[in-house]
C-alpha cells in the first residue's frame, strides 16, 4: 500500500463546475501538504501549500486539511479549459524533508 | 521571478552509457532535491543536498551520484544506463533560510530515453 492514495480518475467537468480532488495518506508524521499541478511532460507547479490542519484559499482554489482523517483535499472553483492538467498531492514530515507524491488525479474540464 | 533550471532538457543515451544532468536552483536556494518521474507515475525521490552537503537518500541506484557545487548547482550522474532509467528527472529547490517559504519549487525536467 502506497503512503498516499488518490484516485488516478480521469476526470472530466463541463467549464464552471467546481471540482473537488482528494488524497488519503497514511503516516500521521506528515505536516506539510501541497498540492501541485502538471501539464503533460512539464515540471509540476505547486499550487498551495499547507501546514497542519485547517483551510487555505487562494484565488479559485481552496486546500483543506484533516490531520484526524488523513485525509486533504484541494476544491477549484468556476473550473477553465487551462485547469486540465494533472494534480498531485503531495506531502512531508518536515519543511525541508523529501516530498512523498500521490499518483495524481488527471483532470479535463470540457469547454 | 526565476525558477529552477535543467539542463539539457532532452537526452537520448545508449545501453551501459552515462549521462550527466545539471540543476540551477532558484537564487538563494540552498537545498536541492532530484526525483525521477517513470511514464505514468508519481514523482519519486532520489537524492537532496542541503549547502553542498547530501541531506537525504532515497531508491536512487548505486550507479547514480550527484553533488551540489559552492555555487549550488547540482548534478546527476549517472553511470552504466539501462533501459529502465528512462524517465523525466526533476530537480527541485528550496530554501531553509529563517522566514523563507520552505516550498520545493521544480524545474522543467530532463527527459533521458535509454536505447
Known amino acids: 500500500q502506497k503512503e498516499v492514495e488518490q484516485d488516478p480518475g480521469p476526470l472530466s467537468v463541463p467549464e464552471g463546475a467546481i471540482v473537488s480532488l482528494n488524497c488519503t495518506y497514511s503516516n500521521s508524521a506528515f505536516q506539510y501538504f501541497m498540492w501541485y499541478r502538471q501539464y503533460s511532460r512539464k515540471g509540476p507547479e505547486l499550487l498551495m501549500y499547507?501546514?497542519?490542519?485547517g483551510n487555505k484559499e487562494d484565488g479559485r482554489f481552496t486546500a483543506q486539511v484533516d490531520k484526524s482523517s488523513k485525509y486533504i483535499s484541494l476544491f477549484i472553483r468556476d473550473s477553465q479549459p487551462s485547469d486540465s492538467a494533472t494534480y498531485l498531492c503531495a506531502m512531508s514530515q518536515t519543511s525541508y524533508d523529501k516530498v512523498i507524491f500521490g499518483p495524481g488525479t488527471s483532470l479535463s474540464v470540457i469547454p | 521571478a526565476a525558477g529552477v533550471i535543467q539542463s539539457p532538457r532532452h537526452l537520448i543515451k545508449e545501453k551501459r552509457e552515462t549521462a550527466t544532468l545539471k540543476c540551477y536552483p532558484i537564487?538563494?536556494?540552498?537545498?536541492v532535491y532530484w526525483y525521477q518521474q517513470g511514464p505514468g507515475q508519481d514523482p519519486q525521490f532520489l537524492i537532496s543536498?542541503?549547502?553542498?552537503?547530501?541531506?537525504d537518500k532515497g531508491s536512487i541506484p548505486d550507479r547514480f551520484s550527484a553533488q551540489q557545487f559552492s555555487d549550488y548547482h547540482s548534478e546527476l550522474n549517472m553511470s552504466s544506463l539501462e533501459l529502465g532509467d528512462s524517465a523525466l528527472y526533476f530537480c527541485a529547490s528550496s530554501s531553509r533560510d529563517w522566514g523563507s517559504s520552505y516550498e520545493q519549487y521544480f524545474g522543467p525536467g530532463t527527459r533521458l530515453t535509454v536505447t
Open positions: 499547507t501546514y497542519s490542519s
Open positions: 543536498f542541503y549547502e553542498k552537503m547530501q541531506s
Open positions: 537564487p538563494r536556494h540552498d537545498t
